[in-house]
């Protein structure tokens, strides 16, 4: 008889986030229940404390975020999990972590709305949200999950590039996704990469908590090691005191923008396969992508040649990926459960490269591979 690998195991999305956010070494939650990210909250309340982390139902999605913000700041990887409403509460300390470099993960599971919406129907209408939803120019990092062990490795990468870039980082989820089950088999502890924020190694009268460096990432201080220093979300300088002098300003924001803009290639991750000499390239993310994968392989069985490209990155947006595509795809198809929000970004590239369509739901009900392939005949 065949033995089980002990790490093989039965997830559903939303619990092999919990798992990569332990395995991370996430030791705080703050949250507030919320249909369809619900279990995320529910397994680490029960498994934090078995670890000597934190767990806090908190009074609303406001809080919650706030309450992450200040673990982070103590040197305390922290995350939260939450859906269209709550993230839509979340947004003016999103910003606040953006503007202070504040490592912290969200995750989105998107239902359909606006507003409250459907809450146990899945979409993916909180895309634009996730670039823009707080104000004011920033960056932001945004992936996106399409299958249960992509759950488990990308909330792990999540916290990575938070710390690395000292930058909230976003994981979009879907309803589907986030409920699915599949068979995973989980790395052993010691092969996952986990990546520690830098801490200073001059003496805190010599710390600058907001200097730039050639990577654009000032070392990161925890309070209650002995480092002092000031947390705003007014524009700040070097030391973190509010400025409104222009030439500490531009240098600031430009620095926000250019540690991440400088390091694309360590963000930016998506699938590509048949694309070299395809007719018709379909790209999706979250969910969709899955019906998509399908369908291109039948539209191939059929004789069309489809490519297929998967957005696991979806801000910053994958222009390096999507341009070389719109160049040689006589068609790019797009579906989305929105009403055309990365189709746009891709219109945005495209320039007159090719002809790009789309195929839109928001009823609450998945794109079918039957749907996307009927589409692909209808446009190839």
């Given amino acids: 008889m065949k033995k089980r690998n002990v790490n093989e195991v039965l997830l559903q999305g ?4 919990a798992e990569g956010a332990l395995r991370a070494g996430c030791r705080f939650f703050a949250g507030y229940p919320i249909t369809p990210a619900t279990e995320i909250a529910e397994i680490m309340s029960v498994k934090l404390p078995r670890l000597d982390g934190t767990f806090i139902q908190m009074e609303d999605e406001i809080a919650s975020l706030g309450a992450v913000i200040g673990a982070s700041l103590t040197g305390t990887k922290s995350m939260t999990a939450t ?94 996704v986030a409920h699915m089950r599949e068979k995973v088999t989980l790395p052993e502890e010691g092969l996952v990469e986990i990546f520690d924020r830098v801490k200073p190694k001059v003496p805190p009268e010599w710390y600058i908590p907001y200097e730039d460096t050639p990577a654009g990432v000032p070392p990161m201080a925890s309070f209650g090691e002995g480092y002092r220093y000031h947390v705003t979300g007014l524009t700040h300088d070097v030391r973190g005191f509010p400025t409104s002098r222009p030439d500490e300003i531009g240098p600031f924001i ?75 795809s006589k068609v790019v198809l797009v579906p989305e459960m929105n009403m055309g929000q990365i189709s746009r970004e891709v219109k945005r590239v495209n320039q007159g490269y090719t002809r790009v369509v789309t195929l839109n739901k928001v009823d609450g009900t998945i794109i079918t591979p039957e749907e996307i392939l009927d589409r692909i005949i209808e446009v190839a």
């Fill in 83 to 176: 859906s269209g409403p709550g993230f839509s509460l979340m947004q003016e300390n999103l910003g606040f972590a953006c503007i202070a470099e504040v490592p912290c993960v969200l995750v989105n599971v998107m239902r359909g709305g606006p507003s409250t919406g459907l809450p146990t129907y899945p979409a993916q209408g909180d895309v634009m949200q996730a670039r823009w939803g707080t104000h004011g120019d920033h960056p932001m990092i945004a992936l996106c999950a399409s299958t249960v062990r992509e759950c488990f490795d990308l909330t792990i990468k999540a916290f990575n590039l938070s710390e690395r870039f000292r930058n909230p980082v976003i994981l979009l989820l879907d309803e589907v």
């Fill in 14 to 17: 939303n619990e092999a986030v």
């Fill in 254 to 328: 430009a620095r926000l923008f250019r540690k991440i803009s400088q390091r694309f290639p360590e963000i930016q991750m998506g699938e590509v396969d048949q694309v070299d000499g395809a007719d018709i390239t379909v790209i999706a993310y979250g969910s969709v992508a899955r019906s998509a994968k399908r369908a291109v392989r039948d539209a191939r069985e059929r004789g069309i040649k489809a490519g297929f490209v998967k957005l696991t990155t979806i801000w910053p947006f994958m222009k390096s990926v999507v341009e070389p595509v719109l160049k040689t």
